[in-house]
């Protein structure tokens, strides 16, 4: 399994960033994906997962409205679109395989949302 995400950065409250995740070694359009993100100082925490059966998707109740999950299959690739940026969205967001924390997740890509 290998997940590689790109697209983090540095923005001001109010603002956008696109978040993807190009993903290899496994089947990946018959795998339900999520997006974690680890706050500096706290644990993993859940954001947003989709369902590889019919593309449902699922947010945390803090981002619901704002965050935006997809995904290709034929390219293998997920993306989470993150609008109206709030300062406590600041953490290393991870892609990962499969539902909740526990599947195998990617190295991660640093959001930082500061004034």
């Known amino acids: 399994v290998q997940l590689v995400e790109s697209g983090g950065g540095m923005v001001q409250p109010g603002g956008s960033l696109s978040l993807s995740c190009e993903a290899s070694g496994f089947t990946f359009a018959m795998t339900d994906m999520s997006w974690v993100r680890q706050a500096p100082g706290k644990g993993l925490e859940w954001v947003s997962g989709i369902k590889y059966k019919d593309s449902s998707t699922y947010y945390e109740e803090s981002v619901r409205g704002r965050f935006t999950i997809s995904r290709d299959d034929k390219r293998n690739v997920l993306w989470l679109q993150m609008d109206n940026l709030r300062p406590e969205d600041t953490a290393v967001y991870h892609c990962?395989?499969?539902?909740?924390?526990?599947?195998?997740r990617g190295p991660g890509t640093q959001v930082t949302v500061s004034p």
């Open positions: 990962a395989k499969d539902w909740g924390l526990r599947g195998p």
